[in-house]
């Protein structure tokens, strides 16, 4: 599903959705993948630290600003996040067709996160930031990203997850 950070429609649909997997996993967490360094992969480090600090939300969260969960480092957290949880919602950065930059996708699937390195299946679910076209011919094409496209889907992601934390908390208890 293709969401529109500025149509309220899309941030009903997601918070809907967002909260059904809340509602699915007894123990869920959240995966926020990326490098804040890095303006076109700092996507989830900027929700993650969004949502503990801002939003305090008290779910699992791993990834944020000063503990970046990168390529070499996700396999080893990963591994350690299934030991403790039983449902995964990733949030990464993604590259995407050029109508489709500036724009979020979900699915309730697992996704393929390091994708020019190691691409790995991670996850129950999945939010990705589409911020940049492909095709992808320099990483340091990842430092040129417009970084208000990326601040203003981070602060739409952590506010509509805080919302499906609330809504799901309304209908399941213990959450």
């Known amino acids: 599903?293709?969401?529109?950070?500025?149509?309220?429609?899309?941030?009903?649909?997601?918070?809907?959705?967002?909260?059904?997997?809340?509602?699915?996993y007894q123990k869920p967490a959240i995966l926020c993948v990326g490098n804040s360094k890095i303006i076109g992969?700092?996507?989830?480090?900027?929700?993650?630290e969004s949502l503990i600090s801002k939003y305090k939300i008290p779910i699992h969260i791993y990834g944020r600003k000063d503990r970046n969960i990168t390529s070499s480092s996700?396999?080893?957290?990963?591994?350690?996040?299934?030991?403790?949880?039983?449902?995964?919602?990733?949030?990464?950065?993604a590259l995407c067709p050029s109508p489709y930059l500036g724009t979020?996708?979900?699915?309730?699937?697992?996704?393929?996160?390091?994708?020019?390195?190691?691409?790995?299946?991670?996850?129950?679910?999945?939010?990705l930031a589409n911020v940049k076209a492909y095709p992808l011919e320099q990483?340091?094409?990842?430092y040129l990203v417009e970084k208000d496209m990326v601040r203003r889907l981070v602060d739409f992601?952590?506010?509509?997850?805080?919302?499906?934390?609330?809504?799901?908390?309304?209908?399941?208890?213990?959450?």
């Open 1 to 24: 599903m293709i969401i529109t950070v500025n149509q309220t429609s899309s941030r009903q649909r997601l918070v809907v959705e967002v909260a059904k997997f809340f509602m699915q």
């Open 41 to 48: 992969d700092c996507f989830g480090p900027l929700v993650g």
């Open 74 to 93: 996700l396999q080893d957290f990963y591994t350690m996040i299934l030991q403790y949880h039983d449902g995964i919602l990733v949030l990464d950065s």
């Open 104 to 127: 979020l996708s979900f699915q309730d699937t697992s996704c393929v996160v390091d994708i020019l390195h190691h691409p790995q299946k991670i996850g129950n679910s999945h939010i």
């Open 139 to 142: 990483v340091a094409q990842l």
């Open 157 to 175: 992601t952590a506010y509509t997850i805080q919302k499906a934390y609330l809504m799901a908390k309304t209908y399941k208890t213990p959450l």
